[in-house]
């Protein structure tokens, strides 16, 4: 019954939008069929919690095209569509290298429209990797929200203002979100001072969306930059398997935890593990700021307790010991599955992994 109505849904939507091209259709259908069976899957596995229904998607904004119904000039600055919908001949702007690939290993386009335009993707079937030198570190990472990350060599990334560490270390975690809230806030205002239905109130929606979109690739490219960074400089990287899902449901933190982009940060670092060829592992975060970094024993701290201050004599910053205990968690995890093992095992231990 469910796989029924999905199904209808989905044949609506294609005819609507795509009328007879073939291959967009498909391509559509692909990523609609794909949703049906994940759900199947999850049902089939009993998988606790949400099941991940498929949901009607009224508000698409993409059209996919597999290797038909597209040309690339020549000279490739322009691309036209030829499934006779309409779109015809366009001309590409900006920066791009999509010249450097044939064009037989493009698999995929896609229209998408953003607040500020229309952009195509071009999905390209080519080897992603890079060698470069391995260098014998590994590290740590903690996500905070006083600072982007810590690492367990001490380095907090980004701190916040306010932090306790010396002015030149001293940089904001980028809330990019939080610097531009006042001028979103005045931008939303003036799209309920705007009639509905007239052209000016789609103008300030515009206004408003791009000031939104500004911000997501600000995060976006803060993210790649740093995960570049940390993968080209380590051979293995650990940090925490953050549910960030359940912590926004924190409401005091929510704006912050989802300004601060882990999410995307993470799935960064994951690819540019594999683009280098190095190791980037998740490891659950329970108790890693709780315990000691040098003898092990459980000191029990609130979130706002800064500082770790151990018996033995250990005082750390919180996050500093955290990114340590993440560290060994990572290096027992690959050593008890072996995965991995021979690779990580032969490099010599993080600087001043213990603090002391
Ligand atoms: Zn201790």
């Given at each position: 019954m469910i796989c029924r109505r999905s199904r209808l849904l989905v044949v609506i939507r294609l005819a609507h939008f795509l009328g007879d091209n073939a291959s967009a259709v498909q391509a559509a259908a692909e990523r609609a069929w794909f949703a049906i069976s994940r759900f199947y899957d999850n049902c089939k596995k009993n998988k606790p919690g949400k099941k991940g229904y498929p949901r009607f998607q009224h508000d698409n904004r993409s059209v996919e095209y597999k290797t038909s119904g597209w040309s690339l000039h020549p000279t490739k600055r322009r691309v036209t569509f030829t499934d006779k919908k309409g779109i015809g001949e366009l001309k590409l702007m900006g920066k791009?290298?999509?010249?450097?690939?044939?064009?037989?290993?493009?698999?995929?386009?896609?229209?998408?429209?953003?607040?500020?335009?229309?952009?195509?993707?071009?999905?390209?079937?080519?080897?992603?990797?890079?060698?470069?030198a391995s260098t014998g570190q590994e590290i740590g990472l903690d996500f905070g929200l006083e600072y982007f990350y810590t690492d367990s060599n001490g380095h907090h990334e980004k701190a916040a203002f306010g932090g306790k560490l010396p002015p030149k270390t001293c940089r904001p975690n980028p809330r990019f979100l939080r610097k531009a809230e006042k001028q979103i806030k005045h931008a939303q205002r003036r799209i309920y001072k705007k009639q509905k239905g007239k052209n000016g109130r789609n103008k300030a929606r515009n206004r408003y969306a791009r000031k939104h979109l500004k911000i997501s690739?600000?995060?976006?490219?803060?993210?790649?930059?740093?995960?570049?960074?940390?993968?080209?400089?380590?051979?293995?990287?650990?940090?925490?398997?953050?549910?960030?899902?359940?912590?926004?449901?924190?409401?005091?933190?929510?704006?912050?935890?989802?300004?601060?982009?882990?999410?995307?940060?993470?799935?960064?670092?994951?690819?540019?593990?594999?683009?280098?060829?190095?190791?980037?592992?998740?490891?659950?975060?329970?108790?890693?700021?709780?315990?000691?970094?040098?003898?092990?024993?459980?000191?029990?701290?609130?979130?706002?307790?800064?500082?770790?201050?151990?018996?033995?004599?250990?005082?750390?910053?919180?996050?500093?010991?955290?990114?340590?205990?993440?560290?060994?968690?990572?290096?027992?995890?690959?050593?008890?599955?072996?995965?991995?093992?021979?690779k990580v095992s032969s490099k010599k231990k993080s600087r001043n992994a213990l603090g002391s």
């Open positions: 791009w290298d999509i010249h450097t690939y044939p064009v037989k290993s493009i698999k995929r386009v896609r229209i998408v429209r953003r607040a500020d335009g229309f952009y195509i993707q071009f999905c390209v079937d080519v080897e992603c990797r890079e060698d470069i690739r600000q995060r976006t490219e803060h993210s790649l930059l740093k995960a570049r960074h940390v993968m080209q400089s380590n051979d293995l990287c650990v940090y925490e398997n953050l549910q960030v899902k359940n912590m926004v449901r924190n409401h005091h933190l929510a704006k912050s935890i989802n300004d601060a982009g882990w999410r995307q940060f993470r799935s960064y670092l994951e690819y540019f593990a594999q683009k280098y060829g190095k190791m980037a592992l998740a490891v659950e975060p329970h108790y890693t700021s709780q315990q000691c970094p040098q003898c092990g024993i459980m000191v029990k701290k609130s979130l706002s307790t800064r500082t770790h201050t151990c018996k033995c004599g250990c005082v750390l910053q919180r996050d500093y010991a955290a990114a340590i205990n993440i560290l060994r968690k990572g290096k027992e995890k690959i050593a008890t599955s072996g995965q991995g093992g021979s």
